[in-house]
């Protein structure tokens, strides 16, 4: 059974202070893993794939990495509006390219 | 573009009433999808549909039902709400990855 395990739940950061995010994931036959960035209100707006073990991608201060069991949104010198809940999910073999989510992070950047 | 648009935006009912949601895009996209998010679960897939009139079961499809009569136009039906139906509710298409509506907002008492 897919399963994507988030951590942590909630993350406060300083303005500035860098920090990761960390999505663990168990998958028959990973065709990707989505990063997706999810505001209070408002509904997940897509982020990154990453579809291979290795596989690096950045997005102004934000950096996603991939290994076989988990991968890692890094945050780099972040500022107040890059707080949000960050969502990882995964797509297996199984299903017509469903998702399976996580439950998601936390992030709040004080000033 | 409007993208993916959902119809209300909120909604009150009480338990035993009926009633549908709309999702609506623009994109072309024969992937749809409907998902719910409730505290500490994260998104779950209600229904999802590969094509104009096709239809197939998610996670957790009992309580629901949907139609895809024409491909831009995906409904979610709720026939006898309740209270386990309070939630917020996303409709998403997918072409290489899924993009996400703004949300419906609903409570059942």
């Known amino acids: 059974e897919d399963q994507v395990t988030q951590s942590p739940e909630a993350l406060r950061l300083q303005e500035g202070e860098s920090s990761s995010l960390n999505c663990s994931y168990t998958?028959?036959?990973?065709?990707?893993l989505f990063w997706y960035r999810q505001d209070p209100g408002k509904g997940p707006e897509f982020l990154f794939t990453?579809?291979?073990a290795g596989e690096e991608k950045e997005k102004e201060r934000l950096k996603a990495t991939l290994t076989k069991k988990e991968s890692f949104l890094h945050i780099t010198a972040p500022k107040p509006e890059d707080s949000a809940t960050y969502l990882c999910a995964v797509q297996g073999q199984t299903g017509a390219n469903n998702l399976f989510f996580g439950t998601g992070t936390r992030l709040t950047v004080i000033p | 573009n409007a993208g993916v648009t959902q119809t209300p935006k909120f909604r009150v009912l009480k338990t035993g009433q009926s009633m549908t949601l709309l999702c609506a895009q623009d994109?072309?996209?024969?992937?749809m999808y409907w998902y719910r998010q409730d505290p500490g679960m994260g998104l779950r897939l209600i229904h999802y549909?590969?094509?104009?009139?096709?239809?197939a079961k998610g996670e957790v499809p009992d309580g629901y039902n949907v139609s895809r009569l024409k491909k831009q136009n995906f409904l979610l039906g709720l026939e006898s709400a309740a209270p386990s139906q309070t939630s917020v509710y996303f409709c998403?298409?997918?072409?290489?990855?899924?993009?996400f509506g703004p949300g419906t907002r609903l409570t059942v008492t």
């Open positions: 998403a298409t997918r072409r290489y990855e899924q993009y």
């Open positions: 549909s590969v094509g104009e009139g096709t239809t």
């Open positions: 994109m072309n996209h024969e992937y």
């Open positions: 990453l579809y291979s």
């Open positions: 998958v028959s036959g990973l065709r990707g």
